[in-house]
């Protein structure tokens, strides 16, 4: 992740390449070019301190709460979604599953009482 960062920053922030900045978007550019004088393989730790958190150098899963190597992010019109870890995906699955059974057998017990 800490590779990504500042592209990541660009696209978060947009605008920070304007000529004509408010005082809070000149921030967020001193920090972008901040990241890209990282170079290509910044060390997260450099990252995480530029930026003032560790959120764009560890995934963590919105669900958990727990520190992972990976998250889906999921996202419905245009919000910026939730980033779930495998562990919790897996299990939203199997309650999705569960549910449908259930629903399958009430719909075929009903379907029997007509």
Do not use: F
Not at 3 to 21: D, E, F, G, S, T
Request: charged residues 30%; contains cysteine.
């Amino acid at each position: 992740m800490a590779k990504r960062a500042a592209a990541a920053w660009r696209v978060q922030y947009p605008y920070i390449l304007m000529k004509n900045c408010t005082e809070e978007q000149e921030d967020k550019r001193e920090i972008y070019y901040q990241l890209v004088d990282l170079g290509k393989n910044p060390d997260p730790e450099e990252v995480s301190d530029i930026i003032g958190n560790r959120s764009w150098t560890v995934c963590v899963c919105d669900e958990c709460g727990q520190e992972t190597k990976v998250v889906v992010s999921i996202a419905a019109g245009g919000a910026a979604g939730s980033r779930i870890c495998v562990e919790c995906l897996q299990r939203a699955i199997r309650t999705a599953k569960e549910l449908l059974k259930k629903e399958q057998r009430g719909n075929e017990a009903a379907g029997s009482h007509k």
